[in-house]
């Protein structure tokens, strides 16, 4: 599958950002799909997560409460809705997508098989 994240941008801190990644080339409804981010110097790491379906979404500590995770079967979409933004949020922002029905939702950058090219996210204080 191919992935197409978009979306980043320059923003205020408070603000809010919606990235999208949109897929191509098998069936999305079979995998489930997956926010991770990345800073200079650090590791990629998980951002938010989401079942096939769309029923089971799952978040970093640091993502609860501020950022939504949703998908448009129909669209070939998956959303990053981030809200109450801040300067720790700066980062490139990837898309990811695996097959995944049951047990721990996969949230290790290994795990993955398909990835978007990111999309840079830059929240000013």
């Known amino acids: 599958v191919q992935l197409q994240a978009s979306g980043g941008g320059l923003v205020q801190a408070g603000g809010s950002l919606r990235l999208s990644c949109a897929a191509s080339?098998?069936?999305?409804?079979?995998?489930?799909m997956t926010w991770f981010r990345q800073t200079p110097g650090k590791e990629r790491e998980f951002v938010a997560g989401?079942?096939?379906?769309?029923?089971?979404?799952y978040y970093a500590d640091s993502a609860k409460g501020r950022f939504t995770i949703s998908r448009d079967n129909a669209k070939n979409t998956v959303y990053l809705q981030m809200d109450s933004l801040k300067p720790e949020d700066t980062a490139v922002y990837y898309c990811?997508?695996?097959?995944?029905?049951?047990?721990?939702?996969?949230?290790?950058?290994?795990?993955?098989?398909?990835w978007g090219q990111g999309t840079q996210v830059t929240v000013s204080s």
């Open positions: 080339g098998r069936i999305f409804s079979d995998y489930a």
């Open positions: 990811a997508a695996r097959r995944w029905n049951s047990g721990p939702y996969p949230s290790r950058t290994n795990e993955y098989d398909f």
């Open positions: 989401i079942s096939w379906s769309g029923g089971r979404t």
